[in-house]
């Protein structure tokens, strides 16, 4: 519970995928996924997809973070959980909604605060929580590579491509002198 008013919250999760690969440039983002916001929601079930290609037999870290949206104020942090994988080949077993305690630590006082306080009051209501996730090995990528990406449909998706600046008509600001540095604009 994150929302006082509502007793619930509305969670999502932004993922971020990270392995053992040199990096082409300093500036390339970690590979992120932002689920769906279930609103007024304490147990929600995303349901989510998050097919990648590329990932070394190295293995992998799959770091959740859990947050309340709130649009008015900035994002609570309800907990973290981070998966490690150490190894991977086609012979992987995976694993099917196996459950991950959700690390408090890192979140947000204020909804740990009413948690705590609805708790207290209920015996409905606990202060832990558990992140279900699935992960299976579905084939050998293709070549080349040494890079890892994002396979299929995807529902949120932060890009830092100047070329995207370019087709959407844009360009970042501060980049011309004598402009205002706040002010975005347009290319010729």
Partial sequence: MADLAARSSDPYIHATLTADLPKRHKEDPDMILRTPTIHKNVNPVWNTQWIVAGIPSSGFRLKCRLYDEDPADHDDRLGNVTLYVDRL????????????????????????????????????????????????????????????YTIGVTSWVKHYSPMIGRLAGTKAPGRTSGDDENMVQRYE
Avoid at 91 to 115: C, D, Q, T, V
């Fill in 89 to 148: 080949n086609e012979k992987w077993p995976g694993f099917r909604e196996e459950g991950f305690p959700i690390k408090k630590r890192m979140g947000s006082k204020r909804a740990y605060l009413l948690r705590g306080c609805a708790a207290m009051f209920s015996s409905k209501v606990h202060m832990s929580g558990t992140l279900y996730v699935s992960a299976e090995v579905l084939g050998t990528s293709v070549k080349p590579h040494g890079r890892m």
